[in-house]
């Protein structure tokens, strides 16, 4: 059973520019959700997708968008990068329903200059 | 809204030494999921255990005990026989469902742990 990957592991931008980093669910679970975790704190709710839909948002601006895909693999992206975007990103992957525990991958680190 | 709150910012235990990591938790709905994942540097979020509102029994997990207090709102984490290799960052969530079906884990600021020899 494969988990839960990222890409890419690290990424440096300069702030406006866009970027899109990718995530792929643990075999079998069709629901993915993203967090984005500042240095020093917890992570916090970005969005959640299921069936290639957006069903749940956090408080984040409309800049940080997302798709999935039929594989169940997800995209998260930022336009107009500021420098607070500078976080750990992490995606999870679940089955659907809140009774099942979200898997996270190894998170891809943005650094925005 | 749903809050988790963990008050000890850092931790430290000798190795093979018990710990007790605080959480507590504000919710006003009567189902939810209190979770613990231990982060190590590489950054990956890592499950240790869960409890449901409803479990009759405290949940374990190996060295991972969840001390759950319903009525104070508080489910600490207790970590037996501490190892070198459980010094990380350790955060306490909650679930929180919607309708429709989504959900999402509310986390904690995060306790971090250093086991000493």
């Known amino acids: 059973e494969t988990g839960v990957t990222q890409s890419p592991t690290h990424l440096i931008k300069t702030r406006g520019q866009q970027v899109t980093l990718r995530c792929s669910s643990q075999?079998?679970?069709?629901?993915v959700s993203w967090y984005q975790q500042a240095l020093g704190q917890g992570p916090q709710f970005i969005f959640q997708y299921y069936r290639e839909e957006e069903n749940g948002r956090g408080n984040f601006p409309p800049r940080f968008s997302g798709l999935q895909f039929p594989n169940y693999s997800s995209e998260l992206n930022v336009n107009a990068l500021e420098l607070d975007d500078s976080a750990l990103y992490l995606c999870?992957?679940?089955?659907?329903?809140?009774?099942?525990?979200?898997?996270f991958g190894p998170g891809t680190r943005l650094t925005v200059t | 809204a749903q809050k988790i709150t963990q008050t000890q910012p850092g931790m430290f235990v000798q190795e093979k030494e018990a710990v007790t990591l605080d959480c507590t938790y504000d919710?006003?709905?009567?189902?939810?999921?209190l979770f613990w994942y231990k982060q190590p540097s590489s950054g990956e979020m890592i499950f240790l255990i869960y409890q449901g509102s409803y479990d009759q029994q405290n949940a374990t997990e190996g060295r991972y005990s969840l001390n759950f207090q319903k009525a104070r709102k508080s489910a600490n984490l207790v970590i037996s026989a501490s190892q070198l290799g459980d010094s990380a960052m350790y955060f306490c969530a909650m679930r929180e469902a919607f309708s429709g079906g989504y959900n999402k884990l509310i986390f904690g600021a995060g306790t971090r742990l250093a086991v000493h020899p």
């Open positions: 999870a992957s679940s089955l659907s329903g809140p009774t099942y525990e979200q898997y």
């Open positions: 919710t006003s709905d009567p189902s939810y999921g």
């Open positions: 075999s079998g679970h069709n629901t």
